[in-house]
């Protein structure tokens, strides 16, 4: 299992991810505003136990952000697109990096993947509307001297959308 370092009064301690660590994980994933009386319904242990264990998994870094998912009654008219990106065979590295620095700088940016096949990079980009697409991948793609082409895919419905990644026994070892 892997280890990490906790601080306890001032001091280092060793601790283990162990299967009520990762039931937590999980739980949190499904819901991040749990109450330590909600998710010690579901784990035995008693909710200053959880509480304690809760916040040493997000002191150690366990946890990288508590995050709040919109309702579809407020995105669900914004435009949402799949663009795959090759990049030039000889485009340097700090210009592909320099690429996904100014994705990852744009609030439309949800989602950079480098991704293996015909294609470099795969982004996912959430726009007001066309007009905003538009000049988004002008100033993004077009513009962008790393850029050999790109394709885009317009999402015509979402019918799931999640970050979670739900942890089993064994998974951290």
Same mark, same amino acid.
């Given at each position: 299992?892997? %280890?990490?370092?906790?601080?306890?009064?001032?001091?280092?301690?060793?601790?283990?991810?162990?299967?009520? &660590?990762?039931?937590? +994980?999980?739980?949190?994933?499904?819901?991040?505003?749990?109450? *330590?009386?909600?998710?010690?319904?579901?784990?035995?242990?008693?909710?200053?136990?959880?509480?304690?264990?809760?916040?040493?998994?997000?002191?150690?870094?366990?946890?990288?952000? &508590? !995050? *709040?998912? +919109? *309702?579809? %009654?407020?995105?669900?008219? @914004?435009?949402?697109?799949?663009? @795959?990106?090759?990049?030039? /065979?000889?485009?340097?590295?700090?210009?592909?990096? *320099?690429?996904?620095?100014?994705?990852?700088?744009? &609030?439309?940016?949800?989602?950079?993947?480098?991704?293996?096949?015909?294609?470099?990079?795969?982004?996912?980009?959430?726009? @007001? &509307?066309?007009?905003?697409?538009?000049?988004?991948?002008?100033?993004?793609?077009?513009?962008?001297?790393?850029?050999?082409?790109?394709?885009?895919?317009?999402?015509? @419905? !979402?019918? %799931?959308?999640?970050?979670? !990644?739900?942890?089993?026994?064994?998974?951290? /070892?």
């Amino acid at each position: 299992m892997p %280890k990490f370092v906790i601080q306890e009064r001032g001091r280092a301690v060793m601790s283990k991810l162990d299967a009520f &660590d990762i039931r937590l +994980l999980n739980l949190l994933q499904a819901n991040a505003l749990a109450t *330590a009386d909600e998710l010690a319904a579901h784990i035995p242990l008693s909710t200053s136990a959880v509480t304690r264990r809760v916040r040493r998994l997000r002191s150690a870094g366990w946890i990288a952000a &508590d !995050v *709040a998912v +919109l *309702a579809p %009654k407020l995105t669900a008219r @914004r435009l949402r697109a799949l663009v @795959r990106v090759q990049v030039h /065979d000889h485009a340097e590295e700090r210009g592909i990096a *320099a690429l996904r620095g100014r994705l990852a700088a744009e &609030d439309a940016v949800q989602m950079i993947l480098d991704v293996a096949g015909a294609d470099d990079l795969a982004v996912l980009i959430c726009a @007001r &509307d066309m007009d905003d697409y538009n000049a988004l991948a002008e100033r993004l793609f077009q513009t962008d001297p790393a850029v050999r082409r790109y394709e885009t895919s317009f999402v015509k @419905r !979402v019918h %799931k959308q999640s970050a979670a !990644v739900m942890l089993k026994p064994g998974d951290t /070892d």
